[in-house]
Structures are given as structure tokens and as C-alpha cells.
């Protein structure tokens, strides 16, 4: 069954440090890969997925098939970066989306 | 604005009773997803709906039901409700059903309390 870990629940960093935030999952095939984030109070949000292959925010994560790791990255957080950060797994299969525990984010000034 | 609206934004109710989450997808999108956010269980998959049809089921406990109206907004019904319902109810909507490899868009929820 597929499965997504994401082992820090809390990450803390000072502004202006790099983050990378870890995402590992298990799936037998070729999963697509989201990074979802949600701001305090609001509603998740889309924030990457692997296979657009860009940058948002100054965000971008890596599918490393080997390793089977999607961990999301930024050379200078800023205090706005703080928020809910959601590994996801979507399978070709037809199987529904597979969530990771989240990340919360902290930036500190 | 994601363009999935969730109705209503607050409710407030005591054990035993029943309740209907409502969600109206985006337009265009024929998938509608139901999750439940609390704060010890993370963001947890209860049901997937496609074009009115139950397309995928995950942990969603027998005194909640859901279903996908023709005009494709769908609805979450709790019953029996317990204390430990107490949680964020989000609403997603995507374009496909099959393959999944649609990204989702989230409503701004629905926050259920038990009293």
C-alpha cells in the first residue's frame, strides 16, 4: 500500500536559513508527488507538484526515485514561509490521494 | 479562492445529533474528496466521489455517509455524533477521477464542534 512519511512534525529555523523539509513515501510504481501548504487559518493550498518541475515561492523539491524522497527546499526562509507543510501521493492507479502527517514550519525573525 | 466553497464555515451541535457538511466543487471538476483535520489525526482521506459515483473509500466510520448530486456539489452527512468528531471537515474538488494525478483544490472547510 502507498504510503507517505514525513519524520519532523516540527521544524524550526531563523529567518534567512536554508529549510528542507523531508518527505519520503512507498508506492511500487511511478506515484506523482504534491507539497501542499496551509497558512494559519486558511485552507490547503497547492504549492508544487513534481512533475511541473517549478518554483514557487522560491520552493522546489526533487523526486529522488532511488531514495524515494520528495523533500521540499528553500536557501532562505522567510517568516512568511511559516505554515503546515502536506507530503502527497497521487498513484496512476486510480487510488485515491495519500496525505503525509505534515510539517509545521516555523520561522523565527 | 480555490473556487470550492463549503457551507457552513462553523457548526456547532451536541452528541447524538446529525449534520450536513455541504460542498460545491469547482467548476469543471467532476471529483469531490472529503477529509477530516483534527489535531491528533493530521488530515485524514474519508471519501472520493467522481461524477456522482463513490470512486475511492478511506477511514470513513459508518455513521458518516456522503453522495455526488447530479449538478455535482456533494454533501457529508454525520450522525450519531461523538466528541471525538470534533475536527476541520475539508472539501477538495479536482478535474479527474480515474489516474488521481489531478492536483486538488480545497475549500476553506467546515469546523464542526461537539459539545
Known amino acids: 500500500a502507498q504510503r507517505v512519511t514525513q519524520p519532523e512534525k516540527l521544524l524550526s529555523v531563523f529567518k534567512g536559513a536554508p529549510v528542507e523539509l523531508k518527505c519520503n513515501y512507498s508506492?511500487?510504481?511511478?506515484?506523482?508527488l504534491f507539497w501542499y501548504v496551509q497558512y494559519s487559518r486558511q485552507r490547503l493550498q497547492l504549492l508544487l507538484r513534481?512533475?511541473s518541475r517549478e518554483s514557487i515561492k522560491g520552493f522546489t523539491a526533487d523526486l529522488n526515485k532511488g531514495e524515494t524522497s520528495f523533500h521540499l527546499k528553500k536557501p532562505f526562509a522567510q517568516e512568511e514561509d511559516s505554515a503546515m507543510y502536506y507530503c502527497?501521493?497521487?498513484?496512476?492507479?486510480?487510488?485515491?490521494?495519500?496525505f503525509g502527517p505534515g510539517t509545521r514550519l516555523s520561522v523565527l525573525p | 479562492d480555490s473556487g470550492v466553497t463549503q457551507t457552513p464555515k462553523h457548526l456547532i451541535t451536541a452528541t447524538g445529533q446529525r449534520v450536513t457538511l455541504r460542498c460545491s466543487p469547482r467548476?469543471?471538476?467532476?471529483?469531490v474528496y472529503w477529509y477530516q483535520q483534527s489535531l491528533d489525526q493530521g488530515l485524514q482521506f474519508l471519501i472520493q466521489?467522481?461524477?456522482?459515483?463513490?470512486?475511492a473509500k478511506g477511514n470513513i466510520l459508518e455513521r458518516f455517509s456522503a453522495q455526488q448530486f447530479p449538478d455535482l456539489h456533494s454533501e457529508l452527512n454525520l450522525s450519531s455524533l461523538e466528541l471525538g468528531d470534533s475536527a476541520l471537515y475539508f472539501c477538495?474538488?479536482?478535474?479527474?477521477?480515474?489516474?488521481?494525478?489531478?492536483?486538488?483544490?480545497f475549500g476553506d472547510g467546515t469546523r464542526l464542534s461537539i459539545l
Open positions: 467548476s469543471g471538476d467532476l471529483s
Open positions: 502527497a501521493l497521487s498513484p496512476f492507479s486510480g487510488q485515491n490521494f495519500v
Open positions: 477538495a474538488s479536482s478535474v479527474g477521477g480515474t489516474g488521481s494525478d489531478q492536483p486538488q483544490h
Open positions: 466521489y467522481y461524477n456522482g459515483e463513490e470512486r
Open positions: 513534481h512533475i
Open positions: 508506492y511500487s510504481g511511478s506515484p506523482e
